[in-house]
């Protein structure tokens, strides 16, 4: 639904930060669209949102729009698209090029590579990297960017280290968040059920709500750790019963090995090799994807 103006009680525009007779200069016009617009990632705002709010022409919005676009491109902010006709107007999308998201994602297997961070089970501590917002909002615009022609509905996830990167993708892509848990919860109401092999060999169980999603739609499954990929195979089986796509499966962390997964087509941003030896050491290299051409 295209934006529209916030309006208080009294049905009139709330505009606080404004004076009644000042005219808004245009740097202030394009700090407070830009702040409005990458505020909600994929949600279309129309012209005269913006006009209503800075009393101000089509045309001198536009050309603020055109300014916002080019300062977005040759600072690597993102994206400002517009969208023509009589429903159209403008939305942000974040965008990162593929070169520096691979030079950011090989700064970070900088800090996770070595001894101290290993396991048992050639498993690798990261939870303090997938609890810093920074970190975990540039990986939701890099994996947004690479999935945003999918057309996705809705994100999927499994409880719970992989949400955060879940939700960042999310608002990156302007969509909803679907969490997958290990046990249906009450105050969701009935839920299907199912059974997969984790990648342990466990038989464990998947709920989700029957309410979450519906028939038709299609799911990006985001999630932060891919070992055999039993768990993301699960959450393509749980999609199946409720007649819904995956396009896409999108990890942090995969392990070498083993190299034949559950699944197929998935894209990480960083493998994990651990090395044998008296003190095991992890190798962390940005994924090979990364250092393709964008698309």
């Known amino acids: 639904m295209a934006g529209q103006p916030s309006k208080g009680l009294s049905g009139r ?118 609890s810093t917002p920074e970190i975990v909002n540039r990986m939701g615009e890099i994996m947004a960017t690479e999935f945003c022609g999918h057309q996705a509905d809705f994100v999927l996830t499994m409880e719970t280290k992989g949400i955060p990167v879940a939700f960042a993708t999310a608002n990156a892509l302007g969509i909803p968040l679907v969490i997958a848990r290990h046990s ?12 997969y092999v984790s ?22 499954i985001v999630d932060d750790f891919l070992k055999g990929g039993g768990t993301a195979r699960g959450m393509v089986e749980l999609m199946r019963e409720f007649n819904v796509q995956v396009v896409g499966t999108a990890f942090v962390m995969a392990t070498q090995a083993p190299q034949k997964k559950r699944i197929s087509g998935e894209k990480s941003l960083m493998t994990l090799e651990v090395t044998g030896g008296e003190i095991p050491e992890a190798i962390v290299r940005p994924a090979a994807w990364l250092s393709s051409a964008s698309l």
């Open 184 to 195: 249906s919860k009450v105050y969701e109401g009935s839920a299907v059920n199912i059974n």
């Open 13 to 130: 525009l709330k505009e606080p930060w404004r004076k009644s007779m000042e005219k808004i200069r245009r740097n202030e016009r394009m700090s407070v669209m830009m702040k409005i617009l990458s505020g909600a990632p994929g949600k279309l705002f129309t012209l005269s949102y913006f006009c209503e709010l800075f009393g101000a022409a089509k045309s001198t919005v536009s050309e603020d729009i055109d300014g916002l676009r080019r300062v977005a491109k040759d600072f690597d902010l993102g994206e400002v698209e517009t969208v023509t006709g009589a429903a159209g107007g403008v939305m942000y999308r974040p965008r990162r090029e593929r070169e520096a998201a691979r030079a950011w994602v090989e700064e970070l297997c900088g800090r996770l590579s070595g001894t101290e961070r290993v396991l048992p089970g050639n498993f690798l501590y990261y939870s303090d990297i997938l």
């Open 199 to 220: 990648g342990s060999g466990n038989i464990e169980t998947m709920s989700l709500s029957r309410r979450a999603v519906r028939e038709n739609q299609r799911a990006l």
